[in-house]
């Protein structure tokens, strides 16, 4: 057990909904790394956050967007869901820079 | 445009073999090389991995192999088990251990009994 907490483990949706994707860190970590991993593209980096605030940016579309609260724990928001976007995303965290990234179970999203 | 290149994408091998993984990278930035094993249904978990002041680490039955100026690295698994059996991604990164990791492709282990 990684330590990292993601929920749901599975989400089943529609095309054009949207979801809410969380992530609970590991106690301490104030980083937060989100990925997609999908069997065309493999693990794509999405986006990280240090202590409440953006600190990089990888292939995200407009339609995703993410946040990390005050607790340090953090939601993966996609919208106007397409096919395409059924995917395993992970959750991974760090402590401070120097560290390294430890990865949550992922969720599991498929887009009907 | 992918950075991190990764060979075999499958391997099968027998048990108590060494079974061998090829990455190569373009970015001369990264310098930091981790290896991750994922099994069916979980999240990848760090193995083992490297800076680019060395040019091998090891770990029990693991080892890294670093070559900076052909750009290339590799993972060893010595007295390779059925309990190996996972996919494996080489990954790259810059700066700091902890920043966005860019992966190879993947690499599914067979390990045959």
């Known amino acids: 057990d990684s330590g990292v907490t993601q929920t749901p483990k599975h989400l089943i949706t529609a095309t054009g909904q949207r979801v809410t994707l969380r992530c609970s860190p590991r106690?301490?970590?104030?980083?937060v790394y989100w990925y997609q991993q999908s069997l065309d593209q493999g693990l794509q980096f999405l986006i990280q956050y240090y202590n409440g605030e953006e600190r990089a940016k990888g292939n995200i579309l407009e339609r995703f967007s993410a946040q990390q609260f005050p607790d340090l724990h953090s939601e993966l928001n996609l919208s106007s869901l397409e096919l395409g976007d059924s995917a395993l995303y992970f959750c991974?965290?760090?402590?401070?820079?120097?560290?390294?990234?430890?990865f949550g179970q992922g969720t599991r999203l498929t887009v009907v | 445009q992918q950075q991190v290149k990764q060979s075999p994408q499958s391997l099968i091998v027998q048990k108590g073999g060494i079974s061998i993984i090829n990455c190569a990278y373009e970015n001369t930035a990264f310098d930091y090389f981790p290896w991750y094993q994922q099994f069916p249904g979980k999240g990848p978990a760090l193995l083992i991995a490297?800076?680019?002041?060395?040019s091998e680490k090891k770990e029990g039955r693991f080892t890294i192999s670093f070559n900076k100026s052909a750009k290339q690295f590799s993972l060893h698994i010595m007295d390779s088990q059925p309990g190996d059996s996972a996919t494996y991604f080489c990954?790259?990164?810059?700066?700091?251990?902890?920043?966005?990791?860019?992966f190879g492709g993947g690499t599914r282990l067979m390990v045959k009994p």
């Open positions: 990954a790259a990164s810059t700066g700091n251990a902890g920043n966005m990791l860019t």
């Open positions: 490297i800076r680019p002041d060395v």
């Open positions: 991974a965290s760090s402590g401070d820079p120097n560290t390294e990234a430890f």
């Open positions: 106690s301490g970590d104030l980083s």
